[in-house]
């Protein structure tokens, strides 16, 4: 269950004023919520999600995941609460060119300290299921944009995180593998009963989601 | 983890960092080079000295009679008489005096008419003798030469070889004395300048010097007390004519039984203001040497405590940067769960990881390099640039162990 109010998020705008770029009074997931966020560019998408993974710290407002409230904790707290309970998929997959895919796969359960042989069983097995059967050896460079973003959403869940955000992880892929890639984040999320948020632009993506969350401008629209 | 991942970074990636390692390798060879360099430099220096607690000769100046005698270089100053040797042992302040005489040479290289004495003289009790004959004799016989290591290989001379003595100190100038010498023995490497020495019996100089004056005008009586271009080229003459009499010697080495012994030989030689000679410590002429040649060894400091704050300036600024260009990798590491100290940790992991093996790839070259440059400098030069590292035995004495007023 996610439980927001009154977040504010501002950032300066370089000219000594402040730029809000979030501004919500009241927000509700769900426990096992499966949400679109859709909203233009600049809409505060990146920043909401910033919000809730304790990546960022609102300027004002309290945020309560699974009863905890997470703008009270310290950095550190932070950190360790952040670690195996969200994970995150980016637009562009960010593996590290100097890791081989399934070390990249593995690092998230690495920071969380979770049991690296039985992780890398598992890495296996997704590898395989997602048609990547023995890729983890392979240098990051030599994947395809497609491979490169299913490397990535392995490597978000094998913490089994509670809660998973998606920004706008379809934005750079064809049809085909983005349709590839959103029916195993939803079918995750359907097997994992995690709370899953999606960033998106794409009105195909969107029809997916039985929920939308709206932004605009920072603040919920209806 | 985190030290792994900085591990596989720099690892993976070696193009990369190359830049920085190399900048990193090169702000640390600089004044490892240098402060080698300079080190070995002024033990080298140093360590010729040694062998000569005293030396006696004309009067005229002490650096020339040190780097006459001590570095077998520049002219000697003039002679002075046998008589003074013989003063000097007679004294009983000094276990060991010994005649040095220059003035001839083969192909540049110094033939030093001197005493068979010399081959047992240990300057420090510690050690073995100073020159001690490696292949073949010392010298007994007319006309026996005993050459140096660096003679024996640059000349190709070897037990047995006859060679013709020039007058005069280089090579080529003055014509062929009628001397011909034979090599009986080749010295033990000393690491020095009298690697380049051709060490004969004095009464061969003698002999050769009485031949060409004829026993008509006494050169040496000359150069004894002026100094100019063609006196200096003189060698030591004999005082008479006939055979058996002592001739004049160009420096005496002396080698004092004790410090006040030392102390009181300076004392007489000072008191004694009519004689053409004089008397110093090499190692405080060289301490003079060191401060004249423009505070050189405070230079050098200088030079390379700036070198080594300009790399610890490249350094941070190539961390820094290295530091910048990663910040996104930091920010993805966040977003999969590792808190700021972690990143912190990596960052540091990284940065010291790279400067260790700069570090050590540079301080590897610089001083490689300092050991070649000081091979390549001994081989050329009459002063061993001897490296610290390639010291047989222990360090020289500091060049202040004789600590009298300057005896000039
Ligand atoms: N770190 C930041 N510093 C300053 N401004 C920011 C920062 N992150 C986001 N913004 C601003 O906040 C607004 C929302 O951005 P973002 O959340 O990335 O939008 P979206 O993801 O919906 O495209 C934008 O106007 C953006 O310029
Ligand atoms: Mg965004």
């Not at chain 1, 977040?7 to 300066?12: E, G, S, Y």
């Amino acid at each position: 269950m996610i439980y927001g109010e009154h977040i504010q998020c501002d950032f300066p705008d370089g000219e000594g004023h402040h730029l809000r770029a979030l501004a919500i009074s009241a927000l509700t997931v769900p426990d096992h919520g499966c949400c679109a966020v859709i909203g233009p560019s600049g809409s505060g998408k990146s920043t909401l999600f910033r919000c809730l993974s304790g990546l960022l710290r609102p300027t004002a407002g309290r945020i309560l995941i699974d009863g905890t409230d997470i703008t009270a904790l310290g950095s550190g707290e932070l950190a360790k609460w952040r670690a195996g309970r969200v994970g995150f998929i980016f637009q562009q997959a960010l593996l590290l060119p100097y890791l081989t895919v399934m070390e990249n796969i593995l690092l998230a359960a690495d920071i969380a300290g979770l049991d690296r042989s039985q992780k890398r069983r598992e890495a296996e097995a997704w590898l395989a299921r997602l048609g990547m059967e023995g890729f983890g050896r392979r240098m990051p460079g030599r994947l395809s944009g497609g491979e490169k973003q299913r490397a990535g959403f392995i490597r978000a869940i094998l913490t089994a995180p509670q809660l998973l955000l998606a920004d706008e992880p379809t934005a750079s892929l064809d049809g085909d593998n983005s349709r590839l890639l959103m029916g195993c984040l939803l079918d995750y999320q359907r097997e994992s009963g995690c709370t899953l948020l999606c960033a998106t632009h794409d009105p195909a993506v969107q029809a997916l989601f039985p929920a939308q969350i709206r932004l605009m401008k920072g603040a919920l629209a209806s | 983890m985190i030290l792994r991942l900085a591990f596989l970074s720099i690892l993976r990636r070696p193009a990369r960092h190359m830049l920085l390692l190399l900048l990193l390798a090169a702000a640390c060879a600089l004044p490892v080079f240098l402060l080698q360099m300079t080190a070995g430099l002024y033990n080298g220096l140093n360590r010729a000295v040694e062998p000569f607690p005293i030396l006696m000769g004309a009067k005229g100046s002490p650096y020339q009679l040190v780097i006459n005698t001590v570095f077998l270089r520049d002219h000697p100053i003039g002679n002075i008489p046998y008589r003074d040797v013989e003063a000097l042992r007679e004294s009983g302040r000094a276990d060991l005096v010994i005649p040095l005489a220059f003035g001839d040479n083969y192909r540049g290289f110094r033939i030093v008419g001197t005493e068979p004495a010399l081959f047992e003289y240990k300057p420090n009790r510690t050690r073995g003798p100073w020159l001690s004959v490696a292949e073949g004799s010392a010298f007994a016989a007319p006309g026996d030469a005993v050459i140096g290591s660096e003679t024996a290989r640059r000349t190709g001379l070897t037990v047995g070889s006859t060679f013709r003595g020039i007058h005069g100190l280089t090579n080529g100038t003055g014509e062929e004395h009628g001397g011909t010498y034979r090599v009986t023995g080749i010295l033990a490497p000393v690491g020095g300048p009298y690697d380049t020495a051709i060490l004969v019996s004095i009464e061969d100089i003698w002999r050769a010097h009485r031949h060409e004056t004829g026993g008509q005008v006494r050169r040496g009586g000359i150069v004894r007390r002026h100094s100019g271009a063609a006196q200096a080229q003189a060698a030591p003459a004999a005082a008479e004519s006939a055979e058996g009499v002592k001739g004049d010697v160009t420096a005496v080495l002396v080698h004092p039984t004790g410090y006040r012994e030392a102390m009181q030989l300076l004392q007489e030689a000072q008191r004694a203001r009519s004689s053409d000679s004089q008397l110093i410590f090499p190692a405080q002429t060289l301490i003079a040497l060191y401060s004249m040649a423009g505070q050189s060894r405070e230079f050098w400091e200088l030079l390379t405590g700036g070198l080594i704050g300009a790399a610890v300036l490249i350094t941070l600024l190539a961390m820094y940067w290295n530091g910048l260009s990663r910040l996104s990798e930091f920010a993805l590491l966040r977003a999969l769960g590792a808190g700021d100290s972690a990143v912190l940790r990596l960052l540091a992991a990284e940065q010291a990881l790279l400067l260790l093996t700069g570090a050590a790839a540079g301080w590897l070259i610089g001083w490689g390099g300092s050991v070649l440059a000081a091979g390549a400098i001994e081989g050329r030069a009459a002063v061993g640039v001897s490296h610290p590292h390639r010291r047989e035995a222990g360090p020289p004495p500091p060049p202040g162990t004789w600590r009298p007023g300057p005896p000039w």
